[in-house]
């Protein structure tokens, strides 16, 4: 159970004998500041314990092989990687973290000097974990074992699979999950320490999810140390149907969970049935008899490779795909997510809209208070400064890869909007979801405040000034995965600014319109027939 000192200060009420007063037992904490895993807290199941040291079949611990403290073994070799890339890079929401490789579109600028950072709401992908319960991954231990039952037999490059057993866990971090938020924690410290204020209680906010919860609580023992108890009181925010969250709010959108945005994963198989032709075919020369295997089978293989890199620590599926197959499978990511969650999804604004909502009480200083045809979020929990105060300058906030991909749809970020063909990348393409989504991914919203307005063209040589005549201005600096997202490119009312800020009173006139267009009640609960893919260009019906 973890909740400051204050908290458990307001429930006292037990007085011993000696006339000691002593906290309440802990029924008397309400259930947003309950800790330990509740009811909600969602199915798990831890997976088998590594052992990559003993792992000698790996085909190339040989000669004077070193392997890194990663920990996990990425450097596997890829049949056509001709330029030391690094598949861990091209995995879509299952690549483990790594600051966006290219950027967004601008560089990066420093504070011009007198100005300074005033708030930071951060919102946070847990880390990597097993698969989830649903997850076609987690069928190709019965698959395989029904095939050898059946008599197959696998040769060559699939000759492992003859002993090969599923050994992965459901839907916890895995080892690797817990590091990457500790560190992630370590490093918003480092940038973002300055802003806490010791002298309040500090309210982050996570869901009831085991994974939700585990993640928050590493990246608060990186930001504060292992007492952060002391410095932070942790908010679990139930998920499950039923429920409105919006760090989840998935579980509370009807026509997220029926099918009518689906269409991304309808997209994202007819480009797997084409990129894994080669693949689908080679496999079948490696089993004798005539197995019924289909590309299904072989994305399901080609989705082990991050899952037990990430859980086992190295993977033999890895190598088995080409660098091509590889980029194939980066791109199948991209599909889903743009039809699931993004401009294509009927729900796509929707999932996202409750945090918008937040934020922009949260930039004003006063409760959301949302039209009664987009409430996405728990109007109870967030009309009461206990647990949605709106004086903190550090907002910590933990969520999911496809809602935080929806709140980038909400924020109305329409670079990511271009749309997706299922015939194959699009030249130029800007949505990459292992840039926006990996595990552990991160949005980090600035609030910069200037004594005067900052140049839109930023001056070449860094001694002269950067500030433009007129008086004090607050901006809003949008950061994903440590690069910056150029707002005005995206809302260009922001304008072409060099650094990508946008002016504060511009970034909320912008978002209160997107509240309206998110469109919630009609996209979530209206009563509209399942949309094509392509149909959908705005993220709502
Ligand atoms: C095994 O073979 C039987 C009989 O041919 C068939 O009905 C069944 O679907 C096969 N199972 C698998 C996993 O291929
Ligand atoms: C954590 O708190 C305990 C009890 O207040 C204290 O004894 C300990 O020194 C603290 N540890 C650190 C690392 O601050
Ligand atoms: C966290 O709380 C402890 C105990 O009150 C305090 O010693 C420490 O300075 C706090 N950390 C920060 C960063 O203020
Ligand atoms: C809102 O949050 C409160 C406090 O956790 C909870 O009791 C209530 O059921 C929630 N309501 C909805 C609709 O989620
Ligand atoms: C092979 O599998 C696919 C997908 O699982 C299925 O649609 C098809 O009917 C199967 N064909 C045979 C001959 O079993
Ligand atoms: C939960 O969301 C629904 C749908 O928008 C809304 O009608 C209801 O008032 C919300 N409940 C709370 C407690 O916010
Ligand atoms: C930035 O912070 C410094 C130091 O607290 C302060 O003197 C200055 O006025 C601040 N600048 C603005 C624009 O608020
Ligand atoms: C600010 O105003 C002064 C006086 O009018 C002018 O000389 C200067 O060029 C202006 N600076 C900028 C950056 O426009």
Known sequence: ????????????????????????????????????????????????????????????????????????????????????????????????????????????YPLPPGTNITQMHMIHRHGSRYPTSDASVATVGDRIKGLLANGTRFTDDLSFLNDWTYQLGKEELTALGRQQLFDSGVLNWFNYGGLYDSSKPLIARTTSQVRM???????????????????????????????????????QCTNHNNGKSGAGDDASSLWQEIYLKDATERFRESMTGTPNWTFVDTFNLQNLCPYETVGLGFSHFCSLFTWEEWLGFEYANDLSYYGGNGFASPTGRALGIGYVEELLARLQQQYPNPDESSIAINETLDGNSKTFPLDQSLYLDFSHDTNIFSIMTAMGLTQFAQFLPTSGPPFDRQLIVSHIVPFAGRFNIEVIKAPRPVLAKRPRDSRDSAYDNGTETTYVHMVMNQRTIPLGRSISECGQRDDGWCELDTFIKAQKENIVKANYDESCFGDYSTPKYGSIKNGTV
């Open 213 to 251: 919860l585990q993640s928050a609580e590493n990246f608060l023992n990186g930001f504060f140390g292992p007492n952060w108890t002391k410095n932070v009181t942790l908010e679990v925010i139930t998920e499950s149907p039923g429920f409105n969250n919006s760090l989840a709010s998935d579980k």
């Open 1 to 108: 159970m973890h909740f400051s000192s204050q908290l458990i200060l307001l429930g006292l009420t037990a007085t011993s004998h000696a006339g000691v007063v002593k906290p309440r037992a802990s029924s008397a904490v309400p259930d947003y500041f309950q800790t330990s895993f509740g009811p909600y807290a969602g199915p798990t199941k831890a997976g088998d314990a590594p052992f990559v040291a003993a792992q000698s079949a790996v085909p190339f611990l040989g000669g004077d092989f070193y392997l890194p403290n990663t920990p996990v073994v990425t450097n596997v070799p890829i049949s056509g990687n001709a330029n030391g890339g690094e598949i861990f890079k091209h995995m879509g929401n299952l690549s483990p973290y790594m600051p966006n490789p290219s950027g967004f579109g601008v560089n990066e």
